[in-house]
């Protein structure tokens, strides 16, 4: 299910108008992509609706509306974040022809407890988070759900695993980890207190060798 989001044309660019809008509430976007030649459309939108938008999930098909006009569905490209307060600077959208694929990188979700953790005391490693695929705008998943449950030491799950009768095409590697347990690592035992390390000759005590001159006989 697509999600509306409202936004006006605007005529300016630049670090003054940018400050302009936010200082008014709004942040400035880009609208690009499309039909050849389509001229991308510069627009203004209001940070807290978008922020509820991703918070969806990135890869949520958004429904445009700009100056009460129909856009057409898009998707957030690239959006940038203020580094300290994490409030929205900018985005930018991509208009999407809805029976062209397109690519895009989904995040992989594990679910489960794995019998090589709960029964071997193995270790799950999350290798990879996320696949680039290639998918039409009305298939693009959520996310990529791995179920771990049933891997063993030694097992593990590749992004052709994944890929089994799906509605889409993975870019990645179709040989890439996506997340396997391994054995538990070997433990070395602490040293006892006060013990000494064994003397190469199995224990018993060195020669002791005096520096110095020769005692003279009597």
Known sequence: MAATLNAVKRDTRGKNEARRL????QIPGVVYGGSSGEAAVPIAVEPKALSRILHSGVNTLIDLSVDGGATGMVLVKEFQLDPIKKHLLHADFYRLAMDKPITITVQVQLTGESKGV?????????????????????????????????????????????AKDALWTPLTDPDVMLVHVTAPRAVDEPAVAGAEPAAATGGAEPEVIKKGKPEKAE
């Open 118 to 162: 709960k029964q071997q005391s193995g270790v799950l490693e999350f290798l990879n988070r996320e696949v680039e695929i290639e998918v039409l705008p009305t298939n693009i998943p959520e996310q990529l759900v791995v179920d771990v449950s049933e891997l063993v030491i030694g097992q593990g799950v590749r992004v052709r695993d994944l």
């Open 22 to 25: 936010r200082a008014a509430g």
